[in-house]
């Protein structure tokens, strides 16, 4: 049964996750006073591109053609092990954070070589880009992780969750630090500005679109959808681990439907957050970033260390 | 019986060098000789059956060892023996217990794989320029002495067993010594190896003049001061770590592991540095006995920052080899980091928390032997079919070469730490070792030991870019040069044999680590009398290193996860017959005229790390122009360089460069070249002697 519970909240976190990249596309086109999409568009975009036959190089080899199954599978673990709408469900114990983190790294391994497999200029330069990023991130976010996970002292999500449910609203310096961090370093990790802008295909400034470029079809539905869980992803870590109230505690219908609710305004409150960030701000020179994931992972170091010194005293 | 099985390993090794020998001796007799015409059928045939007898009689010497290895840790006994040679009143000591077979079963593993490896490799050298002779004599006597190290159970037959090892393996660094910069590299390892045994002699000798004898047994009854405890672990530090290939004693290995052949640096990487790191372990847990928070912090920064700068110098390297060398210097810093974790948390009366982290160093080390293992392995097979080493010349393999790419991406993901393979889940059980400092007071500690963790992560990181950097630019995109476009598949099974072994352990390991670490739990149990709970928190499904509620790590159940993932979008999306697949042209933008020379090269791939992190090089970068034209207004051709130096040279080596040379000539004024001057120092120093002892 619970088994069951897992498989199909997974299934639920999959499938809402073009309708959250909708919602923000609509936030932002409101905010810009332009005509919004229908929230369900990129649903239509999927399906388009799965129709479509796909046109592959010449010169690819089967990397190319197996990465999108690989990144999307990753994602979907990912997303396997997130508390969405209940916790202490047995996905949750079969990886942790550290192995979530792992997840998002055999996705991007795969789509860096991707990039580079067709052999022109801008997969590599995506590529290169890519790995550069995420190579500064991925610190920034272990750093906010481990604050949290000290505190907490457990590793697993829906542990750590039920322990902030269970200590109820107390003002930790730490995680205030840990959320600024990790929200930080989201930005980043999705591709948004500042750092990477998904609308753009302005050579000098693009860097997850790069490396996508040669891909068509069902690929390409693929990995959009793999980068919007990515997104929704990120979204559910931060709603869920630092304001987890709402989620379902205990398996019942009620509880789950208030889950589910809670789940939505949440990320509907943090889409809008988003798009606001998206409209104020214009996007960053490729050498500023590593000043801005500096400053998330200083953030983190902060949040630790306020942790060891503030809370952890004995 | 275990121990007749090790001695049978060590026995076996020493007799691989001897079939060459003998068919030398043979060749030699002038009535055959003269029958035979060199590169005659028969001459070819001999030279195979000769290869194949001698690496058939390693492949049986890696057998036993693993064999004898894994039957020591699943029996948990302790066997101890002599052998009747050396000093007439120290025989030879011999001790086999756990830790010694946790090491006998890496080493014996990378000799199967090396043994299988082996006679399809050696048959591109030349017989009358490198002679196979000398090669199997050296890497028989090379491999029997790392065995004797770890079977050694005093200080003398330690020492004699480490200096065959660095002896052997200097001539094996030396073996195509026709090239002046191998020469060179091979006398800079030598010099390294003999400095470093110095050092432990020195640490073996602080140990004995407390203890009554050599034996190992007398040395861990020496009780020592804090103080004097401290100066031999700094010494046995020092010279197990120039070894080791610690930052800064690290400048060796990138010298000397690119110019041995492909197999023996894969020895050379992936177990003689572990056979340092055994040194390490036996002489601080075991043979000092009582280790000191103190040390474990020294341990954990200076392999912090042999991790750091190990991964960074890597990613700059475009030789494949000594981008691999430098990589096992961070590797080496991780196991060292995380041993120093495990001293601090011995240290802190926390033996359970050190015994964890003792496992996840150890889990490392057998890691790391196998994934760098595969790693060279794969880079003598790219060299021996494109005769190129220079990343930066090659591309398309993948295509040309699948079933390399393929073994060369398993290792590539393996020391990526990407979950599914085994180096994540030492990596992880790192981090979770890390994770427990809130038991520890001590406050510096405390704050300290998750900078260590989060430097970890960075090294993790940026390991991940290098190795997609490797991969994507040695096998993917489009050939560089014409080797690449010519490589072809290896041809001989048995090169690819030896590497699939590895591959596959490396897989089997990332899915049931449990099995592996049930048995690396027995010596942490034996040696540091701490353990791991219980079976249950090692069990193959579920890894539970601390607790359930602390962390759990399932990798049947995320393999079955992404099996089920992949295969339904694979299935649902590929029904329709209208979207089969057409392959096209790549997208050139409208212009035309994609070539090789447009795509990203390993130094264009890196160039953004290399920005951010300048301070880390030194970086001497030049872009000449020629012009040509009326007023130079064209550019007709740009010339690039670059150059990437190791700090440690100009900071390091070359201040005690200056030093030596300094005082050899103050030395060498009294040195007349006169022979009265000689007689009369002579004369003197008798006259002082006299004096002193009357």
Sequence with gaps: ?314 | MILVLAYCAVLLSFASCLPPLLMQGRHNLPALGRLRMPGSLEEQRAQILTRQAVFGLLGLSGLFAALAGVSVLVSGEVMTGRIGLGLPWLPWQVRFDNLSGLFFLIIGIAISAVSLYGPGYVSAYEESKHPFAVLSLFSGLFIAGMLLVLLADDAFFFMIAWELMSVASYFLVAFQHDNPANRRAAFLYLLMAEIGALAIILAFGVLASFADGFTFDALRGAGLSNAWASIAFALALLGFGMKAGLVPVHVWLPEAHPVAPSHISALMSGVMLKVALYGLIRFCFDLIGEVHWQWGLVLMIVGTVSALGGILYAMMQTNLKRMLAYSSVENVGIIVMVLGLSMIFMAQNQPQLGALGFLAALFHAFNHALFKNLLFLGAGMIHHQTHELNIDQMGGLIKRMPKTGMLFLIGCMSISSLPLFNGFVSEWLAFQTALQVDVIDNGVLRSLIPVAAAALALTAALAAACFVNVFGILFLGLPRSRHADKAQEIADPGMLAGPALLAGLCFLFGIFPGLMLGLINHVAEQLLGASLPDGSSLSWLHLAPVSAEQASYSAPLVLVGALIAAGICFRYLRRSPATVMRRAETWDCGFGGLTPRMQYSASAFMMPFRRIFARVWLIDEQVKKDRQGAMDQDVAAIHYALQIQDHSWPRLYQPIERAVNRTARLVGRIQTGNIRTYLGYSFVTLIVMLWIIS
């Design chain 1, 1 to 314: 049964m619970n088994w069951l519970l897992a498989m199909s909240q997974t299934v639920l976190f999959v499938a809402l996750a073009p309708l959250l990249a909708g919602w923000i596309k609509c936030c932002k086109c409101r905010l810009q006073n332009r005509k919004a999409p229908s929230l369900f568009q990129p649903y239509r975009d999927l399906l388009k591109l799965t129709r479509k036959q796909p046109v592959v190089s010449d010169q690819a080899s089967w990397i190319f053609t197996i990465s999108p199954y690989i990144i999307f599978s990753a994602m979907v673990l990912a997303a396997s092990i997130v508390p969405l709408i209940a916790v202490d469900l047995p996905t949750s114990a079969s990886a942790d954070v550290i192995v979530l983190i792992g997840f998002f790294s055999f996705a991007r391994f795969f789509l860096a070589l991707a990039g580079l497999d067709i052999g022109t200029a801008f997969g590599g330069m995506g590529s290169s880009r890519e790995m550069t990023i995420s190579t500064l991130a991925e610190p920034a976010m272990l750093m906010g992780i481990f604050a949290l996970t000290m505190s907490a002292s457990t590793t697993n999500l829906s542990l750590a969750i039920d322990f902030v449910l269970d200590e109820g609203l107390v003002l930790r310096p730490s995680f205030i630090f840990a959320l600024l961090s990790l929200m930080l370093v989201a930005i980043a990790e999705t591709g948004r500005i500042p750092v990477d802008n998904p609308a753009t295909h302005l050579e000098l400034t693009m860097i997850h679109e790069a490396m996508i470029l040669e891909y068509s079809g069902r690929h390409l539905a693929l990995i959009e959808w793999a980068s919007q869980l990515k997104l929704m992803l990120y979204g559910v870590l931060i709603a869920n681990i630092f304001f987890p109230w709402g989620i379902a505690e205990r398996i019942t219908p009620g509880d789950l439907g208030y889950g589910l609710l809670f789940i939505i305004g949440k990320l509907a409150f943090l889409s809008i957050l988003l798009a606001l960030s998206e409209t104020l701000f214009a996007k960053m020179r490729l050498f500023r970033v590593q000043e801005y994931l500096s400053f998330a992972y200083l953030l983190g170091l902060l949040g630790m260390l306020s942790h060891i010194i503030l809370e952890g005293a004995r």
